[in-house]
């Protein structure tokens, strides 16, 4: 293998927003272009609360897959008060359904239905350790008080570290981890506790928000960090260690509603997701640790088989868009109209 291109196992998403409607068209096509899975975040309007809603979204998810990708949507509930420990078990019990997704209520994109009292959650909590069901977590306080760029490093301590003290044996994933304090926190933690790292928490850092102006298409929460953290980001995705493993965040919404005076927060990071996570483990001289994160650490934690096709990438640039349809509205990509270092290609080529 040359150090200009790349062969490696079939990729996963571990973390992704497709939406719903018209907008699946475009947002299952540009992963389905690479990734072989994905797990599908449940808040759509209204909420993906049961197995019935996953079932039904999962339907309109697979219709919507190109007929020459071999996709497979993994599919999550939304943890609300209200969650029943029936619905864990039958959650537990479907083919479909990996994993049961908590936003504390207000932290983000259709968060409104999130949890308000942990407490009110413990029963179902208690079972989904019991059964391995994963508890996916956006970490973020939600106090406004709270400065937004330490959010994570509050909620770690007001709220992470007392929970996995009661439920030690609860599996875990630290959602789009954005500190150098949630990479070492989840260093530290068992191996039932791991975290996904997206691709523009490592390539960006806060100045990038302000660059000659305010920057919409940079805005997603939890909110771009300082520089440390960023450093603190890469080598965790760089160092081998299975706890670490992709999850885009990529999380479509229309430039309209981006480029506003109350702009939304979500990256669109799927067109071309793999190849940014080739750039930056290739400047930091990491490609043979690709494919861990990227393949591998992510099927393991979900005890789920590794895939077995192959997907390749070459060193050579490729254009972004300047934007792609989303249903009737327009979707901005992040590096619209500038280049990706890596491309993804057939074999043959
Ligand atoms: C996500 C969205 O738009 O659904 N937005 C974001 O900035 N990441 C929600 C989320 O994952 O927080
Ligand atoms: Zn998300």
Not at 108 to 133: C, D
Not at 286 to 302: N, P, R, T, V
Request: net charge negative.
């Amino acid at each position: 293998m040359s150090s200009d291109t790349l062969s490696i196992i079939q990729p996963d998403d571990w973390h992704l927003h497709l939406r719903d409607g018209d907008a699946l068209a475009t947002t299952v096509a540009h992963s389905a272009r690479v990734f072989a899975r994905a797990i599908v975040m449940p808040n759509l309007k209204p909420p993906v609360m049961t197995v019935a809603d996953a079932c039904a979204y999962r339907d309109r998810i697979v219709e919507a897959i190109p007929a020459a990708c071999n996709f497979q949507p993994l599919m999550t509930l939304y943890l609300t008060d209200k969650l029943s420990v029936d619905e864990v078990q039958r959650a537990h019990a479907s083919e479909f359904v990996h994993a049961i997704k908590y936003y504390p209520a207000g932290a983000t994109t259709n968060s409104e239905n999130g949890v308000t009292n942990i407490e009110s959650v413990y029963p179902a909590l208690e079972r989904m350790a019991e059964l391995g069901v994963p508890l996916l977590i956006h970490g973020e306080s939600t106090d406004p008080e709270i400065d937004i760029f330490d959010r994570e490093k509050v909620f770690i301590d007001s709220v992470l570290a007392p929970l996995l003290g009661r439920f030690p044996a609860l599996r875990v994933v630290f959602e789009h981890i954005t500190t150098r304090d949630a990479a070492q926190f989840v260093e530290q933690q068992q191996a039932s506790v791991a975290a996904t790292i997206t691709p523009h928490h490592l390539l960006y850092n806060r100045n990038d928000l302000f660059v000659g102006g305010i920057r919409p298409h940079f805005y997603c929460l939890p909110i771009l960090k300082r520089n440390l953290h960023q450093q603190a980001l890469i080598e965790a995705a760089i160092s081998g260690n299975p706890k670490f493993f992709l999850g885009t965040d990529s999380a479509p919404h229309s430039k309209v509603s981006k480029e506003n005076a109350c702009g939304c927060a979500g990256i669109y990071s799927a067109p071309v997701a793999l190849e940014l996570y080739a750039e930056i483990f290739d400047q930091w001289d990491a490609l043979d640790k690709l494919e861990g994160f990227a393949s591998l650490f992510g099927a393991d934690f979900y005890q789920l088989p590794r895939n077995t096709r192959r997907v390749h990438l070459t060193r050579r640039k490729s254009n972004v868009a300047a934007h792609f349809k989303l249903g009737n509205e327009l979707v901005v990509p992040i590096r619209a109209n500038e280049t990706v270092a890596w491309s993804v290609h057939e074999e043959s080529q």
